[in-house]
């Protein structure tokens, strides 16, 4: 006999709340239930590997949302009987309902996002103990080789960098000095991204000029604190969340489902300076960019950079504009000004403050050449991306 629904379903939400992706997932749960409600939540601060909660097996429940880490959390699911939507492993919940991310999408679209720069040579750096990183990663590679290029594969396994950092990180380097320049890397996921970053730190290599590299989830924390910031792949945690809800809600109505896995597209690629231009095969031009990169928000001049190549004026201005499509001035120019955009949205610092540490002589030069650049003021940007969610 059918379970009678309550008036106010009880819903436990087994998500962890650590990462950017799971908040916004839980944040488009709360608009569904806000929208079609009340229901009576347990929801607590999780991990991933967070143990189900023990009252779990006995509980006088109506239905649950998991992201599901371990078969033994897969288990006790089952046991209970309920009406359940898993958000996370398919292979460890069979016979569940899913939403989840369109892995397919993800590989594919990274692809593109570096064959659209220039880039010919690609990795990839995954877990092979996940199935949906190599998903993320079969469609990555099978896109790239349709254009006609190769792609070297480097699969981790999480024991390896748990055991020894350093023995992981050195392996590491050891790989990406022997890929050929410049090469396009996808990592599986953004913890993978940064190990990437710290390696190629390490090793000496220049990004993205000789390498670029892009994660997948656009975890915030983790792609602002790499250096240079990770270029990543932006989850739809929010469509995942309220779809899911809106599962639950129909097997707790005792519906049957015409649709029981639903996959949601990503959102697109956020940019950041790991992958944040076209290839550049010019050494000369390679090394300015980098130059630039490193000295434009302290005040580097043309001329210096001139110096430093042992290159006239002229020579660097028609190469990098053969290159780049920009001479070095506007090149200096455009970091200088994607580092006030970052301060602006992610600060509260002021425009003085700000235009000491990017390069300009007076906030109020700052402020003239922004407002010529962006047609808004920096003041105005500044709310208008804060607005944003």
């Known amino acids: 006999m059918t ?3 309550r008036s106010i379903p009880r819903v436990a939400l087994l998500v962890e709340t650590t990462r950017t992706y799971t908040r916004e997932l839980l ?3 709360r608009r569904y239930v806000a929208e079609h409600g009340p229901w009576s939540t347990f929801i607590e601060l999780r991990a991933l590997e967070s143990s189900p909660p023990p009252w779990l097996r006995n509980w006088d429940g109506d239905g649950i949302i998991s992201r ?3 078969q033994e959390t897969a288990d ?3 046991a209970t009987g309920l009406p359940t939507v898993e958000t996370r492993s398919s292979h460890l919940c069979r016979d569940l309902p899913s939403v989840g991310m369109d892995n397919r999408l993800i590989g ?3 692809a593109e996002h ?3 720069r220039g880039y010919r040579t690609f990795a990839t750096y995954s877990l092979h103990t996940e199935r949906f990183f190599e998903e993320r990663v079969q469609n990555f590679v099978t896109t790239v080789r349709a254009a006609g290029c190769d792609c070297a594969l480097l699969p981790e396994r999480e024991s390896d960098s748990v055991k020894d950092w350093e023995k992981s990180q050195s392996r590491l380097i050891t790989w990406l000095n022997k890929l050929p320049k410049p090469v396009g890397i996808f990592a599986a996921n953004d913890q993978m991204g940064v190990r990437l970053l710290d390696a190629c730190q390490r090793a000496g290599l220049s990004v993205p000029e000789e390498v670029a590299v892009v994660g997948t989830e656009n975890e915030e924390t983790l792609c602002e604190f790499a250096s240079p910031p990770l270029t990543s792949l ?4 929010a469509t995942v969340g309220y779809l899911a809800a809106q599962m639950l809600d129909q097997l707790m109505s005792g519906k049957v489902l015409t649709q029981r896995e639903i996959l949601v597209p990503p959102k697109g690629i956020v940019v950041r300076a790991s992958s944040d231009d076209l290839v550049i095969n010019d050494q000369l031009v390679a090394r300015a960019a980098r130059l630039i990169r490193e000295g434009a928000t302290t005040g580097v001049t043309v001329d210096e950079i001139c110096r430093k190549l042992n290159a ?3 020579t660097l201005e028609r190469r990098m504009h053969a290159a780049l499509n920009r001479t070095p001035k506007e090149e200096i120019q455009r970091i200088r000004f994607r580092a006030v955009e970052h301060l602006l949205r992610d600060t509260d610092l002021t425009i003085d403050s700000i235009a000491g540490q990017t390069g300009f002589t007076h906030s109020h030069y700052l402020q003239a050449a922004f407002k010529e650049r962006h047609g808004i003021t920096p003041g105005e940007f500044r709310k208008d991306k804060r607005q944003k969610p």
């Open 27 to 29: 944040g488009g749960v």
């Open 3 to 5: 379970k009678a629904r």
């Open 114 to 116: 570096f064959l659209n």
């Open 312 to 314: 006239s004026r002229s």
């Open 234 to 237: 932006r989850f739809d945690g």
């Open 108 to 110: 594919r679209t990274v």
């Open 76 to 78: 006790i699911i089952a």
């Open 68 to 70: 599901t880490f371990t």
